[in-house]
């Protein structure tokens, strides 16, 4: 079999956004024994995404999108190299796709393009409303249509593409299981803790269930964790924060009894593929989320998780799992059960694997 060689174009540092590491780094490792050499090129160096979403910090984060724009453009000089260019949504994060049209329509390779997110959506947030404001929201549909395949997270993602490519793969977003290792705790350990992992332009998520938690805090005695990159800007008295570290994610993450994943109900959200509760899950972690979009085809309700229509729904069903130790153990287990069948790195290989045949 002779050696072919795979360009990774992706936005974020390697090792340090979820989208990359649970998307296709996890699998670096495989396309090796398949005889898949790859080379990577981030657009944000480490130093710029460590500082991206901080406030202030103007020069510099205009020195590391200059930077990005110039690995672009030396990335140029080596495509030639590469029998596939693997695109992770979009190779800059603002303006028109040229490098993707330079790469398709000039080098003419074949493109693999990935996105696990609405990206064609608006989706503007306090941190992003300047980038917003020049970003180039169509590309996606273009980049589709010059795309040889298409990976997609979820089929709402890939009926948005196969409009525009006729090769089009939905590839979820997996967990490795031999690294989310279950860590099953003393049930006479008190207090439970319900807790939510995710990015800080997320934790808005998290503001409608306010009311739910602070009651079945005051009556249970639980702790209410919040694991994120930013703390949340409500009261801290009533969740304990912990800085989200990739080297204690996990440890993190085992400390919890119970797993949230509230989301809003719109287009966006029906592109987002159930990272948190796929966690969670793997973890033996009973779960309970809202039902919206691709949570709804990972949680089979009340068998690994609830799903919650309702603030009704949240109290009840946050209240079933904390009186109960059992169910949390056999939902716990069946979660687990349900990821290494489905939504694992093992069980997903081949599919994964059949982008770049």
Same mark, same amino acid.
């Given at each position: 079999m002779s050696l072919k060689r795979v360009l990774f174009i992706v936005p974020y540092p390697e090792g340090m956004a979820p989208s990359q590491r649970f998307r296709f780094e996890q699998y670096f490792e495989i396309l090796k024994t398949q005889n898949l050499d790859y080379r990577v090129y981030s657009f944000w160096p480490v130093w710029g995404w460590n500082i991206l979403y901080n406030r202030g910090f103007v020069i510099p984060k205009i020195v590391a999108f200059s930077q990005g724009i110039l690995v672009r453009l030396v990335s140029l000089l080596i495509v030639a190299k590469y029998h596939y260019i693997f695109i992770h949504r979009e190779a800059s994060p603002v303006g028109p796709p040229i490098f993707e049209w330079i790469v398709a329509k000039i080098f003419r390779k074949p493109v693999i393009y990935d996105f696990d997110d609405a990206i064609w959506l608006p989706n503007t947030s306090r941190q992003n409303m300047v980038? +917003? +404001?020049i970003k180039y929201h169509g590309k996606v549909r273009k980049i589709c249509s010059w795309s040889w395949k298409v990976s997609c997270g979820n089929g709402f993602l890939a009926d948005f593409a196969q409009q525009y490519c006729d090769n089009v793969i939905i590839n979820p977003t997996t967990i490795d299981t031999d690294y989310h290792i279950p860590f099953i705790k003393n049930p006479d350990q008190k207090p439970l803790v319900i807790g939510w992992t995710g990015t800080h332009s997320t934790t808005r998520y998290l503001l409608p269930l306010i009311p739910v938690l602070r009651k079945i805090k005051k009556i249970h005695g639980v702790e209410i964790h919040i694991i994120s990159n930013q703390a949340p800007e409500w009261e801290s008295g009533e969740y304990t924060f912990?800085?989200?570290?990739?080297?204690?994610?996990?440890t993190q993450l085992q400390h919890f009894d119970i797993g949230l994943m509230p989301l809003e109900d719109s287009d966006w959200?029906?592109?987002?593929?159930?990272f948190k509760a796929l966690q969670y899950m793997a973890l033996q972690i009973p779960v309970v989320a809202s039902a919206v979009g691709e949570n709804t085809n990972i949680i089979d309700h009340s068998i690994n998780g609830f799903l919650c229509n309702s603030l009704d729904d949240w109290q009840d069903f946050l209240e079933q799992?904390?009186?109960s130790e059992k169910l949390r153990k056999s939902m716990g287990l069946e979660g687990r059960k349900k990821v290494l069948e489905k939504y694992s790195v093992y069980s997903n290989t081949s599919r994964f694997l059949s982008l770049f045949a």
């Open positions: 980038v +917003a +404001a912990i800085p989200w570290s990739q080297t204690k994610e996990i959200e029906k592109g987002k593929c159930g799992l904390i009186r």
